[in-house]
């Protein structure tokens, strides 16, 4: 059986972390299960050149954000865990609240429950106490917070080498082999 990993996509802006990573995740071992919510759909037209019928094609599994009867709703369901990328603020008060009212959030309950690893990639700025919290408890709960900040020192050229970048940091948290960046250390220092 092929390892699992699901991928969650909501409304925040930034769908194009959540689009390389499914097209990356193409040429490895891992299944994917891919949950969009209906914002992440908007976002997916209005942000990106992609059409939402494009990103799906991408994921080996398509599962509806309203189906709560969907394999990824249970843990019985195995995978190596769960990536939401980008992550809303909304995604994130569902999660660290248990407030299970669509599948995204169910499955990353899930993920959490099974103590499986969940990836949230927060995006939001400025952040207030609130925001904050939510991610505190997130990670008191075993997830792991991701805000995609970029680093400078592979010198990016393009926007796609900063989605790259933060997508092989994610990718690195799950031992996926890969060389989207130059890592750190690599070239002699001054």
């Known amino acids: 059986m092929r390892k699992r990993l699901i991928v969650g996509i909501t409304g925040a802006s930034g769908t194009i972390y959540g689009i390389r990573m499914l097209n990356l995740l193409k040429e490895t071992e891992y299944e994917t299960h891919l949950i ?54 909304k995604s994130l008060s569902g999660i660290a609240n248990s407030y299970n009212d669509n599948l995204l959030v169910r499955s990353a309950d899930v993920t959490l429950k099974e103590r499986r690893k969940l990836v949230l990639v927060v995006r939001e700025t400025p952040l207030h106490k609130g925001h904050l919290n939510l991610m505190a408890v997130a990670t008191d709960m075993g997830a792991i917070v991701f805000p995609p900040v970029p680093s400078f020192y592979h010198h990016p050229e393009s926007i796609m080498d900063i989605v790259d970048q933060t997508v092989g940091r994610i990718f690195d948290l799950f031992g996926i082999q890969h060389t989207l960046s130059e890592r750190w250390g690599t070239k002699p220092q001054d």
Not at 53 to 65: G, R, T
Not at 77 to 83: A, K, R
């Open 36 to 89: 969009l919510s209906n914002t992440a759909k908007l976002n997916i037209r209005i942000e990106t050149d992609y059409t939402v019928e494009e990103v799906q094609e991408m994921a080996d599994v398509v599962h509806e954000n309203d189906n709560l009867a969907a394999s990824t709703a249970s843990g019985s369901f195995l995978s190596e865990g769960m990536i939401v990328v980008p992550c809303t603020i």
